[in-house]
């Protein structure tokens, strides 16, 4: 055996590195891709991959390259690239050493949809309580897509093949470019005018830009306002929008959105089975347990002998009009001793004793009642003689008595000279009035104001 003929690994690995080293087209490569599975080391070495629908390549980019970058990069970042494609011989992978990266307009994509992200979901636009279940058995299924296409497609093969019972409802609508997130809002609404159980929105894969109306805020929106439970199925598996977040279900393709849509007839019917399998236990387990109890009282002693019931209650009722009867000898015989007690007693021969308490209370409060009014009376008197006290103090009449009258005219008090108007005067002294007539009434006026 010729073993010279076989390489080490080593050997093969450095073959094609020196491959690819000495291939002038590989020495300045320009790529454009997404970022994914970034991580900055703390050397200041950026690892990463770039990755397209259908490739993925291994990239480095060394601290003395990435410092001169103007932005941050980061998963989902689509970037242009610079660099050389080697291989690195540990692992014997290929991968390219970048040397310049900037941001692809794309890349500005991804922040306008994490930006819109963050804004609807503090909304609460995709919150779980605002979920409309997904009916189990939808009659009718409603689906907003291109009527060209492998989703259609896929739908509908899918729809027939699991439950061909189901209506589908297409409404075409366009799926990508710049008219097309209106053309989708006016679907959705115009679907909400049909009868539908489930609606399925959505559409192939494809790149970020094919995919962008459904990362539009009107299509949220509208996904959100739909009266009908919605389905989202757009793209691949890995891809996600706006309209999977807000939907009330998501789907990871549009044949997994079929799926969810309608269950399988085959399970369906086994499911029925089953059930009428159950069913038929459950009335039979029925149907034996009472004939156990049928037969169990056909057997029984009372149903072949009907006649010992009746002795049964007959002798019952006996037995409780003997205790009736002995209750109301007891309590006839308890009253008659409890009344002969109370003629033999002292309060029932002498009734006046019940009263006793009452005359002694009432004596009581007559003797009380004198008391206080003999008190009050005493009372009122003294204040009677000490208010008559007073007014002898002030009674006028004890001026009379020291020589003083009073002169009245006209039944008015005369108290200056000035008030004299007639000649007639009554004049009250202590002991009775004389009547007097005053003249030369001027003459002495003169001479009091000539003596004052």
Request: include cysteine.
């Amino acid at each position: 055996m010729n073993e010279d003929k076989y390489l080490s690994i080593g050997a093969l690995t450095r073959y094609l590195k020196a491959k690819f080293d000495g291939d002038a087209n590989l020495r300045t490569v320009f790529l454009k891709g997404e970022i994914s599975n970034f991580k900055a080391h703390t050397s200041g070495h950026f690892y990463f991959s770039l990755k397209d629908e259908t490739s993925k390549i291994n990239a480095i980019m060394f601290a003395s390259k990435a410092r001169l970058i103007n932005f941050t990069p980061m998963d989902g970042s689509k970037v242009l690239v610079t660099g050389r494609v080697s291989v690195y011989e540990a692992t014997g992978s290929y991968q390219i050493y970048v040397d310049e990266m900037m941001e692809d307009g794309v890349g500005n994509l991804y922040i306008a949809f994490e930006k819109l992200k963050k804004e609807l979901a503090k909304e609460g636009l995709f919150d779980a309580k605002y979920k409309k279940p997904i009916p189990k058995i939808p009659e009718k299924i409603g689906i907003i897509t291109a009527s060209t296409g492998a989703a259609i497609r896929d739908i509908i093969s899918t729809i027939r093949r699991r439950f061909p019972y189901a209506e589908t409802y297409l409404f075409p609508c366009l799926v990508q470019g710049e008219f097309a997130k209106d053309d989708i809002v006016k679907k959705i609404k115009q679907a909400s005018d049909y009868d539908i159980d489930v609606l399925i929105v959505g559409r192939g894969g494809g790149s970020i830009e094919d995919m962008w109306p459904f990362n539009e805020e009107i299509v949220a929106r509208a996904i959100f306002d739909c009266p009908i439970p919605v389905i989202s199925a757009v793209g691949h598996e890995i891809d996600f929008t706006i309209a999977d977040f807000v939907a009330d279900l998501r789907a990871p393709t549009p044949t997994g959105a079929a799926e969810m849509a309608v269950p399988n007839m085959n399970d369906l019917i086994t499911h029925l089975q089953q059930l009428q399998i159950r069913l038929n236990e459950a009335v039979n387990n029925h149907i034996n347990k009472y004939q156990m109890q049928l037969n169990h009282l056909k057997d029984s002693y009372v149903l072949k002998n009907p006649m010992i019931m009746f002795d049964n209650k007959k002798q019952r009722l006996m037995l409780l009009e003997e205790r009736i009867n002995e209750n109301l000898k007891r309590k006839v015989e308890y009253e008659r001793l409890h009344l002969d007690h109370l003629k033999k007693s002292y309060i029932f021969k002498n009734p006046e004793v019940l009263f006793e308490p009452a005359l002694n209370q009432l004596k009581v409060f007559q003797e009380t009642l004198q008391r206080q009014i003999t008190s009050h009376i005493k009372n009122r008197n003294q204040y009677l003689q000490y208010q008559i006290e007073k007014l002898e103090v002030v009674n006028p009449l004890h001026i009379l008595n020291k020589g003083y009258n009073v002169a009245y005219q006209n039944g008015c008090l005369i108290k200056s000279v000035e008030q004299i108007k007639d000649k007639d005067l009554s004049l009250h002294f202590q002991d009775g009035v004389i009547y007097a007539t005053v003249d030369k009434i001027e003459k002495e006026k003169r001479e009091w104001q000539s003596k004052k």
